[in-house]
């Protein structure tokens, strides 16, 4: 094998660090990014100056960039041992970087080591380490044998104990294997999320930009500076719809390309997401999504966005749950995919309003002041479920039935349709509201995920109302979530 000359190694490293820059300069343009601050060869960064990342809250972030032009020389303990002519190895100097840094930072900051390199499977240490975090210090935590002896192997080498390495080790993270290539693609992934054109010429533009700053004097950017530039060099992508990626029942890899994203994987019990119905500790998820909801409102108002589209994958309740958050009388429009294509909220409804609304056969002056149970049956008809819930639970409430003629697949005869019932749905039960003054209302529904973002934009003026998990067997439901104008 012909190993690429130093140049071109040069020339590939730098390539790979400017499109890491460039990513993350996209990544504070999200509406939930956290950077306060982005610096590249940053001064008094010690060997890891290549990227800097201040964030509000957070540690800060210090990236060290090693790029690989074959693979003769894998991600291994050797690697990062190594003294190349008498110089410190890699693992020393970037241990040595995290000291001098750790005082200027009131949380330890993260050191992340870069590379175009992939690991070595045979590596005791690096083999097994956890991908979901990039961090190896939990392998080297709790191992015992052949990996306490390389915890104390690491130690000797770094000149530490054991407790100081591992200290060190929380805050190292390794990104490894991803190639020139890759990069370019999570650029445009990012490019997307941020509204900036995806094109390999823009791509490039901003590369330059980063060739640019590393040429001109040190110094920190602050988003406001970093959106500024960005529209200097027209980046802006044009009539680009936002995205807002809500993960539930498993991770979505839209969520690169999004102005904001939510993970909530693990709020939800069970493994398969066909069997994910279910909050792991309903009291805490409850509070956990109501604060990012009303955090991602923050902070889309801030970036001036109030028309996007929103993406799951997610049951009912939370689609109901978004845009109830994401209103119309808030000033937002909400769209989602449907089998027939987008579904937007700024879509007019259309004459179609045949939805059917069956009261209990008690007295009207008998519901008054009694809670409502409201199924809706537009995919399939859930009113004997409900009924079967009800007659089994403590829920002391009336059942109005809500049904499309025929519920099934084709029951919503497109978007207008959707609209229409929709709007029906809401201004029947206000009506009805208005009369029998309901203190809550439980609601139980069967349609898409779009019909349901949908039916809570238009959710206003409703008294406060808990949705329900299907649990996915007949007549089985469980709280899921409680919306409140």
Same mark, same amino acid.
């Given at each position: ?129 956890? +991908? ?213 909220? !700024? ?6 309003? !045949? ?101 809570? !934009? ?8 808990? +949705? ?18």
């Amino acid at each position: 094998m012909t190993a690429r000359a130093s140049s071109g190694a040069r020339l590939l490293g730098d390539d790979v660090q400017h499109l890491i820059v460039w990513y993350h300069v996209l990544r504070t343009q999200r509406a939930d990014s956290t950077v306060v601050g982005l610096a590249v060869e940053a001064a008094n960064a010690g060997n890891v100056d290549d990227l800097t990342l201040k964030r509000h809250g957070e540690p800060g972030e210090y990236w060290q960039v090693k790029a690989s032009v074959d693979a003769r020389s894998p991600l291994n303990e050797d690697w990062l041992f190594e003294h190349p002519k008498g110089k410190k190895s890699l693992l020393q100097r970037l241990y040595s970087s995290w000291l001098d840094l750790r005082p200027q930072h009131e949380l330890p900051p993260k050191i992340v080591l870069a590379t175009t390199k992939a690991i070595d499977p045979a590596d005791i240490v690096l083999g097994p380490r956890a +991908t979901m975090d990039a961090r190896i210090v939990e392998t080297l935590r709790h191992g015992e044998a052949a990996l306490a002896d390389a915890r104390k192997r690491w130690a000797a080498h770094l000149g530490v104990n054991e407790a100081e390495l591992l200290e060190f080790l929380e805050s190292f993270e390794i990104r490894h294997s991803q190639s020139e290539a890759e990069w370019r693609e999570k650029v445009q992934d990012a490019a997307a999320g941020a509204r900036v054109r995806v094109d390999s010429t823009a791509v490039a533009v901003g590369i330059q930009q980063v060739r640019n700053w590393v040429k001109a004097p040190r110094q920190i950017f602050t988003p406001e500076q970093l959106t500024a530039t960005i529209n200097a060099l027209h980046l802006r992508a044009q009539l680009a719809r936002p995205l807002f990626v809500a993960q539930a029942l498993e991770h979505n890899p839209r969520a690169d390309a999004a102005a904001y994203s939510v993970d909530w994987t693990g709020l939800i019990e069970g493994e398969e997401p066909r069997s994910r119905r279910n909050f792991i500790a309903p009291g805490a998820s409850r509070k956990q999504i109501s604060a990012d909801l009303a955090l991602a409102r923050q902070r889309l108002r801030a970036a001036e966005i109030y028309d996007f589209e929103v993406d799951g994958p997610m049951r009912l309740p939370l689609w109901f749950a978004i845009g109830a958050e994401f209103s119309s009388t808030a000033g937002f429009t909400v769209s989602a995919q449907a089998r027939d294509g987008l579904w937007s909220s !700024n879509v007019a409804p259309s004459s179609q309003r !045949n939805l059917e609304i069956h009261l209990p056969g008690d007295e009207e002056a008998d519901l008054v002041g009694k809670p409502w149970a409201v199924s809706v049956s537009f995919a399939t008809d859930i009113a004997d479920d409900v009924d079967e819930f009800l007659s089994e639970s403590s829920l002391d409430a009336y059942h109005l039935k809500a049904r499309l003629p025929t519920p099934g697949r084709s029951a919503l005869d497109g978007l207008p349709h959707a609209r229409a019932v929709t709007f029906q749905l809401r201004d029947e039960l206000r009506a009805l509201r208005r009369r029998l003054r309901p203190p809550e209302l439980h609601l139980f529904i069967a349609m898409p995920g779009a019909c349901a973002l949908l039916l809570g !934009n238009a959710w206003d003026r409703m008294p406060p109302t808990w +949705t329900y998990w299907d649990l996915g067997e007949p007549g089985r439901y469980a709280p899921a979530l409680r919306v409140a104008n």
